[in-house]
């Protein structure tokens, strides 16, 4: 496929945004494992642990477990060993990290298990021009992006990118076909923008070169969950050409 991704691979990947594993669950039971992946994240990998990644494998989801390591080489590479170890179907890094660790984390994942996918955050979608000046970054979120994304991919071999969908087709036009773009971001035509600042619809990320969309309120809030998400699978393909 034209941006690395296999056939079995699930191209909408739902947040799994809730304080508990009961909340989780109850969301993952209305999905379909064979459709979507999940992401477990900060709040509800640290009140569940690993025994939630490894429930949720059960049940048939691939996971993405999106706990944004950043420190020391060796104190990542330690935290990214233990993630594949769980079996987890992709992870990731902060880019702003470094080339070092990026190259530790990458190191210690193919150790244990080279099937998982390592990615890298490069400017968060909450964040923009005025929030990178705040950390004394003066180039704009975009050229921010590109510096990172060549250090990532060009550099550390990393296997893509968690990106705003707005940047994507830059990104794709600079990596090629096959680094992995993953957009958080996306809302369906219509929805509200929620605590993100840089949106698109699923169509128009997929048509800029996303490979992954992440999708959390559109779904986990919506009265018919799988409705939501078999809607949003239907324009993804769409976009895809399918």
Same mark, same amino acid.
């Given at each position: 496929?034209?941006? #690395?991704?296999?056939?079995?691979?699930?191209?909408?990947?739902?947040?799994?945004?809730?304080?508990?594993?009961?909340?989780?669950?109850?969301?993952?039971?209305?999905?379909?494992?064979?459709?979507?992946?999940?992401?477990?994240?900060?709040?509800?990998?640290?009140?569940?642990?690993?025994?939630?990644?490894?429930?949720?494998?059960?049940?048939?989801?691939?996971?993405?477990?999106?706990?944004?390591?950043?420190?020391?080489?060796?104190?990542?590479?330690?935290?990214?060993?233990?993630?594949?170890?769980?079996?987890?179907?992709?992870?990731?890094?902060?880019?702003? #990290?470094?080339?070092?660790?990026?190259?530790?984390?990458?190191? #210690?994942?193919?150790?244990?298990?080279?099937?998982?996918?390592?990615?890298?955050?490069?400017?968060?979608?909450?964040?923009?021009?005025?929030?990178?000046?705040?950390?004394?970054?003066?180039?704009?979120?975009?050229?921010?992006?590109?510096?990172?994304?060549?250090?990532?991919?060009?550099?550390?071999?990393?296997?893509?990118?968690?990106?705003?969908?707005?940047?994507?087709?830059?990104?794709?036009?600079?990596?090629?076909?096959?680094?992995?773009?993953?957009?958080? #971001?996306?809302?369906?035509?219509?929805?509200?923008?929620?605590?993100?600042?840089?949106?698109?619809?699923?169509?128009?990320?997929?048509?800029?070169?996303?490979?992954?969309?992440?999708?959390?309120?559109?779904?986990?809030?919506?009265?018919?969950?799988?409705?939501?998400?078999?809607?949003?699978?239907?324009?993804?393909?769409?976009?895809?050409?399918?």
């Amino acid at each position: 496929m034209r941006d #690395g991704t296999q056939p079995s691979d699930p191209r909408l990947i739902v947040a799994l945004d809730f304080p508990d594993a009961r909340a989780a669950t109850g969301l993952a039971t209305r999905l379909d494992p064979g459709h979507c992946a999940v992401k477990v994240g900060f709040e509800l990998f640290v009140a569940e642990g690993p025994a939630l990644v490894e429930r949720l494998q059960e049940m048939g989801f691939r996971v993405f477990l999106d706990l944004k390591f950043h420190d020391i080489p060796n104190t990542v590479a330690a935290a990214c060993r233990a993630a594949a170890r769980l079996g987890v179907w992709m992870l990731n890094v902060h880019a702003g #990290g470094g080339l070092e660790m990026m190259r530790s984390a990458l190191e #210690g994942v193919r150790a244990v298990a080279p099937q998982s996918r390592l990615i890298a955050v490069t400017v968060l979608t909450a964040s923009d021009a005025a929030t990178l000046r705040s950390v004394g970054i003066d180039r704009s979120p975009d050229e921010q992006v590109l510096w990172l994304a060549d250090l990532a991919i060009a550099q550390a071999g990393l296997d893509g990118l968690v990106c705003s969908a707005l940047e994507a087709e830059r990104l794709r036009r600079a990596l090629g076909p096959d680094p992995w773009l993953v957009t958080p #971001g996306i809302r369906p035509a219509g929805a509200g923008v929620d605590d993100q600042k840089r949106i698109a619809t699923p169509a128009a990320a997929i048509r800029a070169g996303a490979s992954h969309l992440v999708v959390g309120r559109p779904i986990s809030r919506a009265p018919d969950p799988a409705l939501a998400a078999a809607r949003l699978l239907a324009e993804i393909e769409s976009a895809s050409g399918g």
